[in-house]
């Protein structure tokens, strides 16, 4: 029996170096049908100079995509998946689902690009051979399907000798083509002289696909001895190769063959060789390689992701077979998609839809690498480093900008088709099991936004609530968390607090497990909260320690909430943390809440603002209006309840509280209460209430029992009541 390392050597030694598995089906794919066939009559339109632009063009986006693939490549270990391995793993599951199954499509679309050329020159050098075009076209993608379905070792093997014949194909066209130079022929091409219907962009979009070979190398990854020096090495060696193949191809078609030839002449490349048959050779081989490149490359992409378990019913797909793992299942159905193409039947409108989906996977490449570079993240480390985010950022712009300049129509439908998949994903709430650049991304921008907040002038406009929730129980801690939430009202941040009592050097270990029940608790309940755990001798001295350490900068918290306590036995405890609370200069929110922790129905009748001072109540009337911005409290009015003496000028002061409220830009209704006796006026003013905002004034001293006496007083006037002391920093003005 083999041991397990021998298993490992041995499949090791099944895959493929980087001639084999990257260059060679990489080069075979670039130069395929669209070099046969098309590229002529894109020079006829085009002219010399144009065309050698639309290649230019082309290979810019191959390359700076190429220096993209090389960056990200060499910063992982990479398995199988290509394109979609590398955008998944950088920019997340999101983006990587949707560049699986269009590059996919497009791959498995390309298919049926190529069999159609293969059967154009299968029929053109054998034209009688008594079989219609489709029957030749099915025939081709059957075999393509068998030596694909047998294994890629076999297919890669054959692709050595599919090499061979295309050089020699191409030799014979560059001999022939020079014995026919002419200087006159070649003038006459230098300009464009456009088709009806055509334009610089439709031959860039009937070209483009030549150049999109690189990725039949990348999407054999999983295949690949050592693929993060494989992939870099095949790629650059594939476009630099065929760039100068297309280079020398151009200046000959343009100086050897007139115009009229090039546009009306689908195999004028043949009519110009030393040895036409070698041409038929070079095209059936051709087109014959690039087909069985992407149907080897296209499946395992789609097996890739379907084992990522992104969508449960891809998990057919998912299963290999035989010792490599082929994708035998994805395999199939990639031959229905390219037989399915083939009944279209049109390399001309096959080709502008695979150009766009080609852009789409170019792009984003560019986009996972500027990402990487751009967020300064340690842990991108790539052992190639001739790159730089800037140029990578142009690639993804410059795919974008072609995409629209191509077609703007379809440009729009793809990505309209890709927004939809993006977010059908990000809804399904699926979990990666790798890391993504979306945290070092978030980690980069709060960085920068902290540092910008550390430079900038503190203004009252822009005072936001941060609170700090101390509570006892679990159970008690989300119930004050939840009012928490409802007053950040997504404009601030709520850290939810445990307090440990106990020695810290012995409690590390429970408190880490600690803070992570408590984050899966705030999960689990839906709270926008961070959790805090902290191990400290008593309560009050948790107080003060969190209000000089916890955050950072600009995100230090400014209030703090508590649950009003009613135990004896806490009394001074809870005292003694509210009096360091105001001594710190925090904002203090006291909760008293009678109903139970299953009642979370919001009641109903109004917001009451107990407006009794001044400074107080603007603190109150502001959490009054962030309340109200929660969808469940949007419809509970906001009411402020001011008793007066039964001798004021009510006439002026009910102007001066409009002016304030208009100066505030907040809607409420003003009820003055003429009394001599404020607690009952407004005990008997709130009904309906669904909760009552109440001030916090002279608390703490000597007064500790009375001023707590007060409070259980008054939270006996409705279900919900916040005590709410304001430390400074706002201003309704503002």
Not at 499 to 525: C, F
Not at 616 to 622: E, I, P, Q, R, T
Not at 679 to 685: E, G, H
Request: aromatic share 10%.
């Amino acid at each position: 029996m083999k041991t397990t390392a021998a298993k490992a050597t041995e499949a090791q030694s099944e895959k493929f170096g980087t001639f084999g598995g990257v260059f060679t089906p990489s080069l075979l794919t670039i130069l395929g049908v669209i070099m046969f066939l098309r590229f002529p009559a894109i020079v006829g339109n085009a002219g010399l100079w144009n065309a050698l632009l639309i290649l230019a063009v082309s290979k810019t986006i191959s390359l700076t995509t190429g220096l993209s693939i090389a960056s990200i490549a060499t910063n992982m270990r990479m398995k199988g998946g290509g394109p979609y391995y590398l955008i998944s793993r950088s920019l997340g599951l999101e983006f990587g689902g949707v560049i699986a199954i269009f590059f996919y499509i497009a791959q498995a679309v390309a298919v049926a690009m190529y069999v159609i050329g293969f059967t154009e020159a299968f029929l053109s050098a054998f034209p009688s051979a008594g079989l219609s075009f489709r029957a030749v076209a099915t025939i081709t993608n059957l075999c393509v399907f068998v030596s694909v379905y047998v294994g890629a070792g076999w297919t890669i093997r054959l692709q050595y000798g599919i090499l061979a014949v295309l050089g020699l194909s191409i030799a014979s066209f560059l001999g022939g083509a020079w014995s026919g130079f002419q200087a006159d022929v070649l003038a006459a091409n230098f300009s464009p002289q456009w088709l009806p219907g055509e334009s610089f962009f439709t031959m860039f979009a009937l070209f483009f696909p030549a150049v999109t070979g690189i990725m039949a190398g990348v999407s054999m990854s999983g295949d690949l001895r050592d693929p993060g020096r494989s992939i870099p090495t095949g790629t650059f060696a594939a476009i630099g190769v065929s760039a100068v193949t297309y280079c020398v191809m151009t200046v000959m078609l343009a100086a050897s063959v007139h115009r009229a030839d090039l546009v009306a002449d689908t195999f004028v490349i043949r009519d110009r060789a030393l040895f036409p048959l070698f041409i038929y050779a070079g095209v059936i081989c051709a087109t014959l390689s690039s087909a069985l490149g992407s149907m080897m490359g296209a499946p395992r992409i789609l097996q890739a992701f379907a084992r990522d378990n992104v969508f449960r019913w891809l998990g057919f797909f998912a299963r290999g077979s035989g010792k490599a793992g082929e994708p035998r299942r994805a395999i199939s159905l990639t031959f229905l998609l390219a037989q399915a193409g083939i009944f279209i039947g049109d390399l001309n409108t096959i080709a502008p839809v695979i150009t766009m989906f080609f852009l789409m996977t170019y792009g984003t490449v560019n986009l996972a690498c500027f990402y990487e570079g751009r967020s300064n993240n340690p842990s991108f480390r790539p052992t190639f480093r001739l790159n730089h985010w800037s140029v990578a950022l142009s690639g993804a712009l410059g795919c974008l900008g072609v995409m629209f300049l191509i077609n703007p129509l379809w440009a729009g439908v793809s990505i309209g088709l890709s927004a939809a998949l993006y977010f059908f994903i990000a809804q399904s709430d699926l979990r990666a099991k790798w890391g993504d650049i979306e945290s070092g991304l978030a980690y980069q921008r709060a960085r920068t936004a902290l540092l910008r907040l550390e430079r900038e002038r503190y203004h009252p406009k822009n005072w936001r609530p941060s609170i700090l929730v101390l509570s006892g129980t679990s159970a008690h801690r989300l119930h004050l968390s939840q009012y928490a939430n409802w007053l950040t009202a997504d404009s601030g941040i709520v850290s939810v607090v445990q307090v440990m009592l106990g020695d810290a050097d012995q409690l590390h270990e429970r408190r880490n497990e600690a803070e992570s029940l408590l984050r899966k608790s705030i999960s689990r309940s839906g709270l926008q909260a961070f959790p805090v755990v902290v191990v400290e001798e008593s309560l009050p001295e948790a107080a003060r320690s969190l209000l000089q350490c916890h955050g950072i900068g600009g995100l230090r918290p400014n209030t703090v909430m508590v649950g009003l306590s009613r135990a004896p036995e806490r009394l001074q405890v809870f005292m003694e943390t509210i009096n360091i609370i105001q001594r710190m200069g925090a904002s203090l929110i006291i909760v008293a809440d009678k109903r139970s922790e299953e009642d979370a129905a919001i009641p109903e009748g109004c917001i009451n603002i107990w407006w009794a001072d001044k400074e107080n109540s603007a603190l109150m009337l502001l959490l009054g209006f962030m309340l109200k911005k929660e969808p469940g409290w949007s419809s509970r009015p906001i009411r402020i309840l001011r008793p007066v003496s039964p001798m004021a000028d009510m006439e002026n002061m009910t102007q001066e509280m409009v002016g304030m409220l208009e100066e505030a830009r907040i809607e409420a209704e003003i009820v003055l209460l003429p009394t001599e006796r404020p607690l009952d006026a407004v005990a008997q003013a709130l009904q309906p209430s669904a909760i009552l905002f109440a001030g916090l004034k002279d608390l703490g001293g000597a007064g500790d029992v009375r001023a707590l006496a007060r409070l259980e007083q008054i939270a006996e006037f409705a279900e919900r009541v916040l005590f709410v002391h304001n430390a400074g920093g706002i201003s309704l003005k503002a």
